[in-house]
Each structure stands twice: as C-alpha cells, then as structure tokens.
C-alpha cells in the first residue's frame, strides 16, 4: 500500500476524480462520486439528503452489542431523495464482482463499495483480529501494471493504493456475518437535474423523525435489533448487567460503545456526537441556503444534542477502566440518567422535525 500525492504519477486514476477529506465513510466515498459525476455538495448535506441520522441499539448473539446512530437505508434514502436511480450490485462470487468493477473503471466510473476494512492494510490502527465488513471506500482507479487499484478512504487525506489481493479479500469477506460485503457496489444513474432543496426539505426531516420514533416490531426485537427512542431504553437496561463481565471484556465494550458515539478518545467515524454532528452541519447548511430560522434553531438543538451524546462516551470510556465495584456502579447510575436525559431531548427533536413546514 502507498499513498498517492498531487506531484506522483496519476496514471491509472479517474481524470477528474476528487478526494475530499470525510468524518464518515459512507458519506465522504458518496460525496466524492457525486462530486465526480457534476453533482458537487458537503459531506453533510448527503449525510442529510439520506435522512442519515437514527436510534439503533443492536445486540445479535454471538457479537458484542452496541448503540448507532445511522440509517442503514442512507444510501437508498439519499437516492429516493434526489431522484437518483440506484442499483445495489452484489454478488458471491469472486470474479463476477472484479469483473463488474474493472469494466467501471475501464470505462472511468468511479465506484462507492463495501469492504471489510479490517483486509485494508493502510488500516495501521486496528487490531490484528478486527473485521468489519460494512466500511465504505470509493475506487477511482486501476493500475494493471502492479495489480492494484486506486481508492479514497475517510479522512485520509491522500488517494491511497490498494493491491487486487486486499481488494479481493476484503470484498469477499465473510467474518462479519452480519454486514458481509459480498462484493458490493453501489451504482447511480443520475438525472438530468436535482430537485430544490425547498421542495424535499420537508419530506427529509419527517421521514429522520419517523426513524427517531420508530419502534422494532417483535421479530426484530427478538433478533436483538431495538430501534429509535426505545433502544435508548434497553441499552439503559442492560448497563446493569455489564459489570459481570471480565474487566478485559468490560474495557472492550466500553471503548467500542465509546468509539461508536463520539471522537474524542477512539474514533469510529461519526463525525461525534453520535452523528449528530453532521446532522447539525446539514441544518445549518439549509438555513443558509433557504433562509430559514427554525432551521438554524433545530442546528443548535442538535449542535447541544450532540454535546450531551460526548459526554456519554466519556462515561462509557470512564467506564471501562478499572475500577472498584462502587465506583462502577456510581458511573452506570450516572450514565443511565444521562442516556434517560437523552431519550427525552431525542424524542422532542424527532417531534420537531415532523412538526417542520417550509
């Protein structure tokens, strides 16, 4: 793997293609294919498009549980939203897939994929063992003459090089059960012209407060999948039960769940705040654009929404360090009433969003 800089030999990238620096990776690779093909807009205004931002605290067995804060349909939302026809590629066979995206790039289309990152070896941070398989990179180019292709990844400021055997195995993963890439490539065919943010801007945030209020149904719930405001309660629940785990799976827990709201001490890619960040930066940016008050005013809720998820996280990180059983049991009440403070702000902000009129 080598970085590639503006002075080095493009050969073999997308002419035209152009890598903005992200929070969060699905966004930041859509964003820069949509840059690409005409349509050029920030991170957070297609994180905002796609009705990005939800409640989702996920526990399957077998895995260590955790609480999201994204859509998993953000890419089909952001379609819907601009009219953008999108076909989802997927495949299980090895070849099939690399025949699909090299006759992309041969034909200089640059592609948003899934891969499991834990096969990307520009990935120094992570652990020897880690696999996730629903990271997104866009691919920009080929490179025949060392087997390698061209990807941007995130905040890496740099197109990066990515050899065919990294590619292959991280695109045909299958560790992560759950979110295994299967070759995946998310392929858009673009309009003519994008609808006005002034006639989608309502059906956007009615559909992310539907998604902040919307409940799993039974089937789900047994999964081990509780959506919106309500998983705010079961992960309130379950803390409980977390300080009868080892120290070693304690700390291990409270750092993911950490990592997975905010950016302070282990970074996940959420842009902090558990998304509610960019959800801010997306408010604000439609205030502007449209001249709207109670845009800037629901900006500023999520702005203080989003401080409070941070000070979660520092809980969770406090947490996992050692500690006697008093001081755990102090830390969880004291997390539990925040995430209780939480749920209550949560539920207010999704009823102003179904309450927003242009």
């Not at 991170?43 to 859509?71: D, H, Q």
């Not at 120094?124 to 063992?129: C, E, I, P, Q, V």
């Not at 940016?285 to 709207?292: A, G, H, K, P």
């Amino acid at each position: 793997m080598s970085e590639i800089h503006e002075k080095d030999n493009l050969k073999g990238i997308i002419k035209g293609f152009r890598h903005e620096v992200g929070v969060h990776c699905t966004s930041s690779a859509v964003r820069n294919v949509f840059e690409f093909h005409g349509w050029k807009m920030s991170e957070a205004m297609v994180f905002g498009l796609g009705s990005g931002m939800t409640l989702a605290y996920i526990k399957f067995p077998r895995m260590t549980p955790f609480f999201g804060g994204r859509n998993k349909d953000f890419i089909p939302d952001l379609c819907k939203s601009l009219n953008i026809n999108l076909n989802e590629f997927t495949t299980k066979n090895e070849q099939e897939g690399w025949n699909r995206l090299k006759q992309r790039l041969n034909n200089n289309i640059p592609s948003a994929i899934n891969i499991d990152m834990g096969y990307l070896m520009y990935q120094t941070d992570l652990a020897d063992d880690y696999h996730f398989g629903g990271h997104t990179i866009a691919v920009c180019g080929l490179n025949p003459e060392n087997n390698s292709v061209y990807v941007t990844d995130t905040h890496f400021p740099n197109i990066l090089q990515v050899s065919y055997n990294e590619l292959a195995k991280g695109r045909n993963s299958t560790f992560d059960k759950f979110m295994a890439p299967n070759n995946l490539i998310f392929e858009f065919t673009f309009p003519s012209t994008l609808p006005e943010l002034s006639t989608i801007i309502e059906e956007i945030l009615h559909r992310t407060g539907n998604y902040l209020l919307s409940k799993s149904g039974r089937m789900l719930r047994l999964m081990g999948i509780h959506t919106g405001v309500a998983g705010i309660n079961t992960l309130t629940k379950d803390l409980a039960k977390w300080v009868k785990l080892s120290d070693e799976k304690l700390k291990f827990r409270c750092e993911q769940q950490g990592g997975f709201i905010g950016t302070k001490t282990v970074n996940y890619g959420t842009g902090g705040g558990l998304f509610r960040y960019l959800f801010t930066e997306f408010l604000q940016e439609c205030s502007n654009e449209l001249e709207n008050e109670e845009l800037k005013t629901l900006s500023s809720f999520y702005q203080s929404l989003g401080e409070k998820w941070e000070i979660c996280a520092d809980l969770f990180f406090e947490l996992g360090t050692n500690h006697t059983n008093e001081e755990q049991a102090r830390i969880i009440r004291t997390t539990q009433t925040k995430l209780q403070e939480i749920r209550e702000l949560e539920e207010e902000g999704a009823r102003k969003l179904l309450n927003f009129k242009i």
